[in-house]
């Protein structure tokens, strides 16, 4: 599914083998290289703020369950498939799913793939 979803500017694409594609948009045409980057470079799907690959890890690994929600709704916002899952496991999305910052027809679409459950109001 790669291309579909990337955000402005550069993109850092990790494969989970420590290989990272850096994806850069010049111009019209966009090039791709396979040299390794600093864990310090801002991550493409946190478009409107710098946030680097060891703070989002450090995050979903010892912060709070807002700021998991926070890193786990851009990922599943703008992140491209692949990258979601070095991250994030589907079981971490659905102990956070309802607290995660999604709009509507996302939200139900990543339900619908992940097999959640909506609660169904009684009255």
Same mark, same amino acid.
């Given at each position: 599914?790669?291309?579909?979803?990337?955000?402005?500017?550069?993109?850092?694409?990790?494969?989970?083998?420590?290989?990272?594609?850096?994806?850069?948009?010049?111009? +019209? #045409? *966009?090039?791709?290289? &396979?040299?390794?980057?600093?864990?310090?470079?801002?991550? !493409?799907?946190?478009? /409107?703020?710098?946030?680097?690959?060891?703070?989002?890890?450090?995050?979903?690994? +010892? #912060? *709070?369950?807002?700021? &998991?929600?926070?890193?786990?709704?851009?990922?599943?916002? !703008?992140?491209?498939? /692949?990258?979601?899952?070095?991250?994030?496991?589907?079981?971490?999305?659905?102990?956070?799913?309802?607290?995660?910052?999604?709009?509507?027809?996302?939200?139900?679409?990543?339900?619908?793939?992940?097999?959640?459950?909506?609660?169904?109001?009684?009255?």
């Amino acid at each position: 599914m790669r291309g579909q979803g990337e955000g402005p500017g550069a993109a850092a694409l990790a494969n989970g083998r420590g290989t990272v594609i850096l994806v850069t948009m010049q111009g +019209q #045409g *966009t090039t791709k290289s &396979r040299e390794p980057i600093e864990r310090t470079q801002q991550l !493409y799907f946190f478009p /409107d703020q710098t946030v680097t690959d060891e703070e989002a890890r450090r995050l979903l690994r +010892q #912060g *709070t369950a807002e700021q &998991r929600a926070w890193v786990i709704s851009h990922l599943l916002r !703008y992140a491209q498939w /692949d990258d979601i899952w070095i991250y994030v496991n589907r079981e971490e999305v659905r102990e956070v799913f309802p607290t995660l910052d999604l709009p509507e027809s996302l939200r139900q679409a990543w339900a619908r793939m992940l097999k959640i459950e909506a609660a169904v109001a009684v009255e």
